[in-house]
């Protein structure tokens, strides 16, 4: 008896050895590929400071910059969707639909540049842009009506000290791009690249050493497991045959008017993938797995068994972070006296 129960022990304790090292050099193979993430996103341009932070985030939920008084930055990339509207194509002021799915605002700043075609630098040029009424339309006057609030004027000075006349379209884009940089989210997947290898089940170990093998990690790398380039959208096959797009989206063609760029876009930003559907571009695909498979299939030219679309999926699932207290509270906004 006492020697079956020693076999037993040794055996298990060989076992978990083994187990043990496998997930080390997962882990270890997981810290080559990707980063946990930072506390903050910091620019050198844009240094973060509380009072930038403050006055960002009451801009990003302000919809009396908008033509009609409706639309705020918050409208189409709400918390509570995880920064997105949950929409195919957001809907703008007027009911104009927007030309492609909005991303989520949560870790999107640290990108190789902005939106699906990458044609906003970073996110103080993006806000800017939209703010001075380009690319949609969404937003007039906006410095005049901030200069008539007196709460905002206040928020502006305390933010810029420096400037003799802090309201203005660049330090709107300014101190939004700062509450954006503050939108960080660490995850299961975070603990788990920081040493804690309980942090994953066993099935998202799984489906971690799947995405390596498979050949996501090609593009879907780094501290965003995405986010860092841009790649064509169906390598091995149109995308639109798989995803049924009934518009066909040029991609960064439309930038740069350069052949090599037709069907290329951002390798978009994986963190909360789970929690942001429709996926793609122009949101054509609702469920996660069918945008894995379909991924798979025209990236890698690959057919994965659902066994592996399940366990890729589940790893997927331990990228949902979670958002700070402060990002979660609605601001109270300056009233017009
Ligand atoms: C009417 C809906 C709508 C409003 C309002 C809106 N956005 Fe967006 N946002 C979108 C869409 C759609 C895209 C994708 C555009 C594209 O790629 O062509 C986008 C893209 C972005 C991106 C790029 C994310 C990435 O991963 O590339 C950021 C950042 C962003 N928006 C922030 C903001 C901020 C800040 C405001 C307020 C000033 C704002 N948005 C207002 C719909 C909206
Ligand atoms: C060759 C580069 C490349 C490879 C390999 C690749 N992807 Fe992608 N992925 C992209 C690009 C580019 C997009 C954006 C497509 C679009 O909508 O325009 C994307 C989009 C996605 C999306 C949708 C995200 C969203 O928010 O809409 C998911 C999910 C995804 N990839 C998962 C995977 C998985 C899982 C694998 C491995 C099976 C994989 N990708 C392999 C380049 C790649």
């Known amino acids: 008896m006492k020697h079956i129960t020693l076999l ?8 978990s050895g083994v187990s043990h090292a496998a997930n080390s050099k997962l882990m270890q193979q997981a810290n080559r590929l990707f980063k946990p993430l930072p506390k903050v996103m910091q620019s050198e341009q844009n240094p973060i400071t ?12 302000e919809t009396r910059l908008s033509v009609d008084g409706t639309v705020s930055c918050e409208k189409c990339h709400m918390f509570s969707l995880y920064g997105t509207d949950g929409l195919q194509k957001s809907a703008a002021a007027d009911c104009k639909v927007a030309p492609r799915n909005a991303p989520t605002v949560l870790n999107a700043a640290d990108q190789i540049s902005e939106h699906w075609i990458g044609n906003m630098k970073n996110v103080e040029e993006q806000t800017s842009k939209a703010m001075s009424n380009m690319p949609n339309g969404n937003y007039t006057n906006v410095v005049a009506k901030l200069e008539v609030i007196k709460g905002y004027v206040k928020l502006f000075k305390d933010a810029f000290p420096q400037d003799k006349s802090p309201v203005s379209i660049k330090n709107i884009g300014l101190a939004i791009g700062a509450f954006e940089r503050t939108l960080v989210t660490p995850s299961p997947f975070d603990a788990y690249l920081r040493g804690d290898g309980h942090a994953l089940t066993r099935e998202q170990k799984e489906g971690l050493k799947t995405f390596i093998d498979t ?10 497991v995405g986010g860092g380039m841009y790649m064509k959208f169906g390598i091995f096959a149109p995308y639109w045959k798989y995803t049924k797009s009934k518009k066909i989206d040029k991609g960064r063609y439309e930038l740069t008017k350069n052949k090599a760029d037709l069907y290329v876009f951002k390798v978009p930003v994986l963190r909360n993938v789970a929690m942001t559907p429709p996926y793609f571009h122009d949101g054509s695909v609702n469920r996660l797995q069918d945008a894995v498979r379909i991924m798979a299939k025209i990236q890698l030219n690959k057919d994965l068994s659902n066994d592996d679309i399940k366990k890729i999926v589940s790893f997927l699932g331990s990228l949902t972070g979670t958002m700070s207290k402060d990002t979660l509270t609605v601001p109270v906004l300056p009233p017009l006296e």
């Open 215 to 224: 050949g996501c990690i090609h593009c879907h790398n780094g501290t965003y």
């Open 50 to 61: 509380p009072a930038k932070v403050k006055l960002g985030k009451m801009l990003f939920y």
């Open 8 to 15: 037993a022990g040794v055996t298990l304790l060989l076992l």
